[in-house]
């Protein structure tokens, strides 16, 4: 499998470009958020963070995209929003935005040594690709995010 970097696709695939115009916001981090019962003894760490200088390092070259599909699931479910750099050249083990022939663009994690595009989800069928065939890729994931007031939690 060989890996080329993809020409322009904005008309092919649902992104959301990101603006570099406005000023900078930071928001108090809280670290060892207990997914049980929170112990009282845990402080506030005082940290604050930038989410764009987090996520979004280098505007000019981020993009995002919104998931639809299982094939990633139970790591992306549809509606979530991927942070992809189109500066970065996927490699071997990375989540990619890659051309699927006959799909279009999808995320698929890249195993060279094997020469296939791989789900995250077991139970979708991984993709073989020829050691002589272009896979073209249009960006790494780096971060996803996810709307919570989209799930139905009963």
Same mark, same amino acid.
């Given at each position: ?16 470009? =990101? ?7 930071? =928001? ?25 200088? *987090? ?17 990633? $699931? ?6 979530? $929003? ?15 935005? =890659? $051309?699927?022939?006959?799909?279009? !663009? ?15 989800? *077991?139970? !979708?069928? =991984? ?14 994931? *780096?971060?996803? !995010? ?9």
């Amino acid at each position: 499998m060989i890996l080329k970097k993809a020409d322009n696709i904005y008309s092919e695939i649902e992104f959301f470009p =990101v603006k570099n115009d406005g000023e900078k916001f930071y =928001v108090e981090v809280h670290d060892n958020i207990a997914n049980g019962f929170p112990s009282p003894a845990e402080d506030f760490s005082g940290k604050r963070i930038s989410l764009d200088e *987090k996520f979004l390092s280098k505007p000019e070259a981020t993009f995002i995209g919104k998931a639809k599909g299982m094939s990633n $699931y139970p790591y992306i479910m549809p509606g979530d $929003y991927l942070i992809i750099r189109s500066d970065l050249e996927a490699r071997d083990g990375d989540l990619a935005i =890659v $051309y699927v022939s006959g799909e279009g !663009f999808s995320a698929k994690k890249i195993d060279l040594e094997k020469n296939c595009l791989t789900p995250l989800n *077991k139970d !979708f069928p =991984v993709i073989t690709i020829a050691a002589d065939e272009v896979v073209e890729t249009r960006g790494v994931v *780096k971060s996803i !995010f996810r709307d919570m007031s989209a799930l139905n939690i009963d």
